[in-house]
């Protein structure tokens, strides 16, 4: 089973300029995440998809942060105007169910490897 | 609001010594309890967890414990090993909106 893809895996860009980040889950998963990472710290929730449906985006900053995720597979993230504080990692996860099920494995969280970010 | 603070930030321990990360929550209806492992440059792994209906759970060398009245989770890893270096963040998923939040991570270092 082909693991969470996310692409590109470094951007380094100058701030004031624009930077988008995709996701493919893993099939069949329709729970969709984007977390933001800093270094030493946990991964920090941006946004949640049920499908094509954004159920939790309270701690997207709206202002300059965007995300879609059209036909409920395929998920995009753009920043616009990048800023020096925008430099994480931004990780994308996916997992099979927006709640816990009957399943074992229901809610486990498969994270991509990570699009690195510099803003310089 | 929704938080989980996680214990100690770093920990160093002699191999074959146990190793033990705790973490406190905020939602008493937090109903699952994930760990996991992440390496250096790479992707967090799920090691094991725990659903609130259960106090202990046992998966070789590593084990979690839930004290729902306490709100308090714990991560043991015993006979360390050097490949158990890394960084591990407990999460608790709240209820109210079936979000999953991570704590803010234990670099554990073990001393050969």
């Known amino acids: 089973e082909a693991g969470v893809v996310q692409s590109p895996r470094y951007k380094i860009i100058e701030k004031k300029q624009p930077v988008a980040f995709w996701c493919n889950p893993i099939?069949?998963?329709?729970?969709l995440y984007w977390y933001l990472q800093n270094l030493g710290q946990g991964p920090e929730l941006l946004i949640r998809y049920e499908n094509e449906e954004a159920v939790d985006d309270s701690q997207l900053p709206k202002d300059r942060f965007s995300a879609e995720r059209l036909k409920g597979v395929d998920s995009t993230l753009k920043i616009q105007p990048a800023e020096l504080g925008d430099s994480a990692v931004y990780l994308c996860a996916s997992s099979r169910a927006g709640h816990l099920g009957s399943g074992r494995n229901t809610g486990e969280l498969f994270f991509g490897e990570g699009s690195r970010l510099t803003v310089l | 609001g929704e938080n989980v603070e996680q214990h100690p930030s770093t920990l160093s321990v002699q191999e074959g010594d146990s190793a033990v990360i705790k973490c406190t929550y905020s939602d008493s209806a937090s109903n699952y309890f994930p760990w996991y492992k992440q390496e250096l440059g790479k992707r967090p792994q799920l090691i094991i967890d725990i659903r609130s209906n259960v106090g202990e759970k046992k998966d070789q060398r590593i084990a979690v414990t839930l004290n729902k009245t306490a709100k308090h989770f714990s991560l043991h890893i015993t006979e360390t090993q050097p490949e158990d270096s890394a960084v591990y963040f407990c999460a608790a998923r709240y209820s109210s909106a079936s979000k999953i939040i991570f704590g803010s991570g234990t670099r554990l270092s073990i001393r050969p």
């Open positions: 099939s069949g998963h329709n729970t």
